[in-house]
């Protein structure tokens, strides 16, 4: 199983970016998905998640300017960002926990590669 993110770039303030993260591999089932973002010099953080049920959860930097999303049918996660501001700059990587056919009972997290997101002011 792999999860491989696409869509980052360097966008001016305010404008709007679209991230896609796709999940391959021999995928029985994907639960939560979700999305965080490392500004360099700062640790990891959780800019938010959508369970399979379609439940969103957001961090407060980020709720009414990024939208979450997700295409179960082509296991795919989104985060949608607008309004964009030079603090949004980091890597944003996505993560889902996911289980596969060979062990469909078990359940592992996943972790994509990263996007770069640079926000010019």
């Known amino acids: 199983v792999q999860l491989q993110a696409f869509g980052g770039g360097l966008v001016q303030a305010g404008g709007s970016l679209r991230l896609s993260c796709a999940a391959s591999?021999?995928?029985?089932?994907?639960?939560?998905m979700g999305w965080y973002r490392q500004a360099p010099g700062k640790q990891r953080e959780l800019v938010a998640t959508?369970?399979?049920?379609?439940?969103?959860t957001y961090a407060d930097s980020v709720e009414d300017r990024f939208t979450i999303s997700r295409d179960n049918a082509k296991s795919t996660v989104y985060l949608q960002m607008n309004s964009l501001k030079p603090e949004d700059t980091a890597v944003y990587y996505c993560?889902?926990?996911?289980?596969?056919?060979?062990?469909?009972?078990?359940?592992?997290?996943?972790w994509g590669q990263g996007t770069e997101v640079t926000v010019s002011s």
């Open positions: 959508i369970r399979n049920g379609g439940t969103t």
């Open positions: 993560t889902a926990d996911i289980s596969d056919t060979t062990r469909y009972w078990i359940s592992k997290n996943y």
């Open positions: 591999g021999n995928i029985f089932s994907i639960y939560v």
